[in-house]
């Protein structure tokens, strides 16, 4: 199936959210297995080793070109990129820290999930970001939604 | 309340990284993205075992799931970066991604025969009328409409 005939029914970034959720919630399944026994330092290392065989995989991706990158903005792309990983790997450690300080994860987990909350405000303020009136209401039965099933 | 800094530094730090990965598609490739996103991870686990002290025992099963884990988590990362790159916006994207825990419930009542709890019965419908409402975006206003 072709990309152009795939967006006419579910836009590209639908497709690729939805894949995401997939990834995401198989990760979920096996994190529940897993956690016992691992701290967060532990588990960033656990987590990298992880991603080795793709890191290896996009940079020979990379190496070959990448159709339609703009290059003007290489660095400073690369930089939120680089940043990203910095923020996230750094949150999953005060996550673990959180519990560990005495946090109970019935608590730590649902509030700290509410993340996109934040991502929504910044999106609204420093990207610009406009949405459709039935979305603001799909972002707030998300909210509830994410609360719940994290709890 | 120790533990409440360090949980809202996480929720602001995960907040900010959805605006960042943003930020980083709108430049280059979702490609180049997820490969210095992965980067930063390496650079991370560098400083970890040079600065941390991890407990390195752990029983191989743990070990092999973890990895997986980290696997799954970092293609999902990948196809996050894509989604952004294919037009997404990132309130909608991000929001959307952080639904994942309902195929995590769906799994584990399928595989693991966990039971549902009642909130989290409420919390799949919600997700699903949740994810639908912000699949739908807006049509792009006319010009001179």
Known sequence: MSETSRSRRLPLWLFWSLVTIVLWGTWGLVSKIASDGVDAYMNQLLFTVGIAPLLIFVS???????????????????????????????????????????????????????????????????????????????????????????? | MAWLGFAILALVLWGITGVT?????????????????????????????????????????????????????????WTSFKALESGGKASIVISLISLFPLLTVVLAVALLHERLTGMQMAGAVVAIAAAILLSLEPAPAKVGA
């Open chain 2, 21 to 77: 990965q943003k930020l980083s598609t709108n430049r280059i490739s979702s490609e180049r993205s997820f490969l210095w996103f992965c980067w930063a991870m390496v650079a991370l686990s560098a400083a970890v075992v040079v600065i941390a002290r991890p407990h390195w025992a752990l029983g191989t099963t743990v070990a092999v799931f973890s990895i997986a884990g980290g696997a799954l988590n970092g293609m999902g990362a």
């Open chain 1, 60 to 151: 020979w991706k990379v190496r070959k070109g990448v159709a339609g990158e703009n290059r003007e903005g290489r660095n400073r792309g690369i930089f939120w990129a680089f940043l990203t990983g910095i923020l996230g790997g750094v949150g999953n450690m005060a996550y673990f820290e959180a519990m560990v300080k005495g946090g109970k994860a019935s608590v730590v987990t649902p509030v700290t999930a509410l993340f996109p909350m934040v991502t929504v405000l910044l999106a609204l303020i420093f990207l610009k970001e406009r949405l459709g009136r039935l979305q603001w209401i799909g972002l707030g039965l998300a909210f509830v939604a994410i609360y719940l099933l994290n709890a």
